[in-house]
């Protein structure tokens, strides 16, 4: 069984930065994909950043392209997700996601096998 640990979310104002982690625990397993979502009250979960583990490739979605930088600890099986320039709409529940296998869509959270607990990110106006 894998465990996702996240931490890191909290309140900021308008231009803050906060870094997100989320560190995969538990047996063995192999990792195609690790990912971030996040979902805001009224809003469906979407997607926001991932990394393909095997290449390092890292995925943004556009609402958060260059503002948001995701890396990993590949030996630590953890990624981080450094939030800079930090908008009032980015307010919501984020939520790193591990995809144990190959998929075709490494921004359709369907694919995702296991999620962390969930952290609050607030940005006040």
């Known amino acids: 069984q894998v465990q996702l640990v996240e931490s890191g979310g909290g309140l900021v104002q308008t231009g803050g930065s906060l870094r997100l982690s989320c560190a995969a625990s538990?047996?063995?397993?192999?990792?195609?994909?690790m990912g971030w979502f996040r979902q805001a009250p009224g809003k469906e979960r979407e997607f926001v950043a991932a990394?393909?583990?095997?290449?390092?490739?890292?995925y943004y979605a556009d609402s958060v392209k260059g503002r948001f930088i995701n890396s990993r600890d590949a030996d630590k099986n953890t990624v981080y997700l450094q939030m800079n320039s930090l908008k009032p709409e980015d307010t919501a529940v984020y939520y790193c996601?591990?995809?144990?296998?190959?998929?075709?869509?490494?921004?359709?959270?369907?694919?995702?096998?296991?999620w962390g607990q969930g952290t609050q990110v607030t940005v006040s106006s």
């Open positions: 996601a591990l995809d144990r296998s190959y998929s075709s869509n490494i921004r359709n959270s369907r694919n995702y096998d296991y």
């Open positions: 538990g047996r063995t397993f192999s990792i195609y994909a």
């Open positions: 990394i393909n583990w095997s290449g390092g490739i890292n």
